[in-house]
C-alpha cells in the first residue's frame, strides 16, 4: 500500500476519509462505556461508585497504551513520509516488543494496589468490595490491551483506518452483547454481578486483538514486525518514548485529577462522587468521537511534516479545529437541553439528578473551547512535538483546574468544582495557541510565505 495519498489528497477529504472510521469507532465506543454504566446501575449505586472510583486507575492503564501507541504511530508515519521504510519498520517492531512489556507491568502493578486506593475515597466495604473486584479481572487483561494498542496504531499509521475501525468496534459489540448476557445471567451464561461486566470488557479486548491478527495477517500493511528489526536502536527508541510519555502522561493527567476532584467532592457528599463518575461516562460521547477526528488527523499531519509539506500541515490543523469545534458545540446544546435526562439513564435518586443536571448545564460551558486544545494537543504529538503537548494537558488538568477547584470549594461547596471545569478550559485554550505557535506556528508560516 502506497501512503503517497497522505500528501498528495485534498485536505479535507482526506481528513475525513482518515477521521470518519474512527469517529465510527468512538461512538460506538462511547455507547458502550454508557451501556456499560447503565448495565452495572441496575446492580446499585455501590456498584457505579465503584466503577467510578476504579475509573481513575482503568484510565492509567488505557493512557500507557494509547500514550505509547501515540509515540509509535507518531514515528512510524514520520518516517514512511520522510522514505525511510527501515526505520518505519524497526519502530513498528520495538514498538510491539514494548507493548507485551508494559502490559506486564501494569497488571502486576496495578492489581494489588486497588483495596487501599478505593479506601481513600470511600468507607463503604461493599462498595471497596465490588471495586476489587472488578479490577482484578480488567486489569489481567493489561497485556491485551497494550498489544492491541500497538497494531491499532501501526495501521493507522500507514492509513489503514478501516482496519482500526473494525477492530474497535469488534471489541464494543462484543461487550455490549456480554454486559446484560453475563450481569444478570440471560439464557445459559451465569449471573456473575460486576464480575460479569469485567469480563465482557475483557473478551471484547481479546476480539478486538484476535481480529488485528487476523487482519495482519490477511493483508500485511506496509511496515513490518520482524525478528530481524529486533536489534538494539537508541534512536529509535528514544524517538518512541520521547513521544510516547509524554502522550502517557496527557492521557493519565484525567486519572490525577478525577482521584483529586473525588477526595473534594467526598468531602461534601457520595452523591457528588457519582455525579462526577457519570459525567465522564458521559463526556466519552463527546471526547472520543473529537479524539477519533484527531486520530485521524495525527498520521496526516506527522506523514506531511516528515514529508516538509509545511504549509499543507497548517491547512491539516484549521480543518481539524474546525470539525472538533462542531463536536463540541453539538455537546453543548445537548447538555443545557436534556442534562436530567442524560444524568437519569444512571440513577433514579432525584437528588443525584437534581446534582448532575446543574452540574452537566455548568461544566458544558467549556466543551467549544476546549476544541482548541484538543486539537493542538493531538497536533504536536502528531508532530513529534510531545513536550509542549504535554505542557497544554498539564494546564487543562492539573496546574489550572485542580488550585481553581479547591479554591472555588472553599466558596461554592461542591459547585466550585463543575465552574473549575469552564474555567480551566478557557484558560488552557489561550495557552494552547501560545505554546503551538512558539512550537510549529514561525516555521509553518515562513513555509506558506515561501510557497506563496
Not at 457505579?48 to 488505557?62: E, G, H, M, R
Not at 480488567?138 to 497485556?143: E, I
Not at 476544541?371 to 513529534?384: D, I, M, Q
Not at 474555567?423 to 494552547?432: C, F, L, N, P
Amino acid at each position: 500500500m502506497n501512503e503517497k495519498f497522505m500528501k498528495e489528497k485534498p485536505v479535507f477529504p482526506l481528513i475525513m476519509s482518515m477521521a470518519t472510521p474512527m469517529v465510527i469507532s468512538m461512538l460506538v465506543n462511547s455507547l458502550y462505556n454508557i451501556v456499560d454504566s447503565f448495565f452495572v446501575a441496575k446492580i446499585g449505586e455501590d456498584a457505579i461508585t465503584a466503577l467510578s472510583l476504579v475509573y481513575p486507575v482503568q484510565n492509567l492503564v488505557n493512557a500507557l497504551a494509547i500514550g505509547f501507541g501515540v509515540g509509535l504511530n507518531a514515528v512510524i508515519a514520520f518516517h514512511l513520509g520522510a522514505g525511510e521504510k527501515e526505520a518505519a519498520d524497526t519502530a513498528a517492531t520495538h514498538g510491539f516488543l514494548f507493548s507485551i512489556l508494559h502490559g506486564i507491568i501494569a497488571a502486576a502493578v496495578s492489581i494489588p494496589i486497588m483495596r487501599p486506593f478505593l479506601k481513600m475515597f470511600t468507607q463503604s466495604e461493599n462498595a471497596i468490595s465490588l471495586g476489587v473486584r472488578y479490577s482484578t479481572i480488567v486489569f489481567s487483561f493489561s497485556a491485551v490491551i497494550m498489544v492491541s494498542l500497538a497494531y491499532e496504531k501501526i495501521f493507522q499509521a500507514v492509513g489503514r483506518m478501516n482496519a482500526s475501525m473494525a477492530g474497535l468496534m469488534t471489541g464494543c459489540i462484543v461487550n455490549i452483547v456480554l454486559d446484560p448476557l453475563l450481569i444478570f445471567g440471560i439464557g445459559p451464561f451465569p449471573k456473575m454481578g460486576i464480575d460479569g461486566a469485567a469480563l465482557a470488557t475483557g473478551i471484547g479486548q481479546v476480539s478486538t486483538l484476535l481480529l488485528y491478527v487476523v487482519l495482519y495477517v490477511v493483508k500485511r500493511p506496509s511496515v513490518t514486525i520482524n525478528r530481524k528489526y529486533l536489534k538494539r536502536n537508541k534512536v529509535i527508541d528514544r524517538k518512541l518514548y520521547f513521544i510516547g510519555i509524554p502522550a502517557a502522561i496527557n492521557l493519565a493527567l484525567p486519572s490525577l485529577l478525577v482521584s483529586s476532584l473525588n477526595a473534594m467532592l467526598a468531602s461534601f457528599s457520595q452523591i457528588y462522587v457519582v455525579v462526577l463518575g457519570v459525567y465522564y461516562k458521559l463526556q466519552t460521547f463527546l471526547y472520543l468521537p473529537a479524539n477519533g477526528i484527531v486520530q485521524g488527523m495525527r498520521p496526516i499531519i506527522g506523514y506531511n511534516y516528515g514529508a516538509a509539506e509545511h504549509k499543507r500541515v497548517k491547512k491539516i490543523y484549521d480543518i481539524t479545529l474546525v470539525l472538533t469545534a462542531g463536536i463540541m458545540l453539538f455537546g453543548t446544546v445537548l447538555c443545557l437541553a436534556l442534562p436530567h435526562k442524560l444524568i437519569g439513564m444512571f440513577t433514579d435518586n432525584p437528588e443525584t439528578v437534581n446534582a448532575g443536571k446543574k452540574a452537566l448545564m455548568i461544566i458544558s460551558a467549556g466543551f467549544v473551547v476546549s476544541s482548541v486544545s484538543v486539537t493542538s494537543s493531538g497536533a504536536l504529538e502528531g508532530l513529534g512535538k510531545g513536550v509542549e503537548s504535554l505542557i497544554i494537558s498539564l494546564c487543562r488538568y492539573a496546574i489550572v483546574i485542580i488550585p481553581t477547584a479547591f479554591v472555588l470549594t472553599r466558596i461554592f461547596g461542591a459547585d466550585g468544582v463543575w465552574n473549575a471545569f469552564w474555567i480551566a478550559e478557557t484558560v488552557s485554550a489561550v495557552i494552547s495557541v501560545i505554546v503551538y505557535k512558539k512550537a510549529v506556528g514561525n516555521k509553518l508560516k515562513r513555509s506558506s510565505e515561501i510557497s506563496s
